[in-house]
């Protein structure tokens, strides 16, 4: 399963609902339907410990979780803030599981983040129709594991309305109250010239590797691009060719303001740290090799000194 979510593209999610139970609250469990009753056993023994991706095996596969493309060097402080506030009341997330059942997801986020596949043991019916009603159907099963697959939500969104709280605490409590995501953004600083177009603004995900975004955006006003991949300090932007601001939308992910018009707008990466190793290196390379002519020209000097008659 995981080899075809690296193949085929697209963020998971991983249900592992690792609660205790005593054998009479297994009992109780609802096995989904069609099981027989050997399958209904094994089901309800293995309710306390559900599926678990484990990160080695998004290396392996090169699937990408909710966390991210890089096993977890980002998300960031903030990232997790977001998770906790607007996606999983537990706020619990390792890799790409949670504990939570899908109804108990804030559903706007997962859009935001652009999910498309869950994978999970058997559902109870509720959990099932929650699935259902959010546009996921079942695309494979390996024994009682399940895949679900929906057409993948956009990435990358243009808004015409934003709301400034420089407060973040007020941020993620607007988050954890239901800030209607999808419809509009949480800014740090005002956006200047936002204004609402006259269609629908088309906003496309050209290319999109482990450094660098390549976004192409056509909109008849001014707006606010908002990706659904983590903030962070080291990353860069240009519209056009032309260095543009960074800002941080709906508390941890990328924004640059876009103007009206058709434009090319990308994100890189820029490891400061990397490049002052590298400098660093390069210089104390550069020294130690002027260190050693030096030395050796010296030496060269003394022996002809010491030789002469």
Do not use: C, K
Not at 60 to 86: H, K, M, V
Not at 178 to 198: F, H, I, Q, T
Not at 264 to 273: K, S
């Amino acid at each position: 399963m995981l080899e075809r979510l690296g193949r085929e593209r697209g963020r998971y999610v991983t249900i592992a609902w690792d609660r205790p139970t005593t054998a009479e609250e297994r009992r109780s469990v609802a096995a989904p339907a069609g099981y027989d009753a050997r399958m209904r056993r094994y089901y309800r023994e293995s309710w306390p410990r559900r599926l678990a991706a484990r990160p080695a095996w998004e290396y392996a596969s090169n699937a990408e979780t909710i966390s991210g493309r890089d096993g977890g060097l980002l998300p960031l402080r903030t990232y997790q803030e977001f998770f906790a506030a607007a996606v999983d009341p537990e706020g619990r997330l390792t890799a790409g599981v949670t504990t939570q059942a899908p109804s108990r997801w804030g559903w706007p986020a997962l859009d935001l983040l652009g999910v498309r596949w869950f994978v999970t043991n058997g559902l109870p019916p509720a959990e099932i129709t929650v699935m259902e009603r959010n546009g996921f159907r079942v695309v494979g099963r390996e024994a009682f594991f399940l895949l679900w697959e929906r057409p993948a939500p956009p990435l990358a969104r243009l808004y015409h309305q934003v709301d400034v709280v420089a407060d973040p605490a007020e941020r993620l409590a607007r988050l954890q109250a239901g800030y209607p995501l999808g419809e509009r953004a949480l800014v740090e600083e005002p956006v200047a010239g936002l204004a609402r177009p006259d269609r629908p603004a088309q906003v496309r995900v050209e290319r999109r590797d482990q450094t660098r975004v390549e976004v192409s955006v056509r909109t008849g006003a001014d707006g606010l691009l908002v990706l659904g991949d983590p903030w962070y300090p080291q990353w860069r932007v240009e519209v056009d060719g032309r260095p543009a601001e960074l800002l941080r939308a709906d508390h941890a992910f990328r924004g640059v303001r876009v103007p009206a018009g058709s434009h090319r707008v990308v994100f890189t990466y820029e490891d400061r740290a990397l490049q002052a190793g590298l400098i660093v290196s390069l210089l104390t390379a550069a020294a130690l090799a002027g260190l050693w002519w030096w030395r050796r020209r010296r030496g060269r000097t003394f022996r002809n000194v010491t030789s002469a008659p």
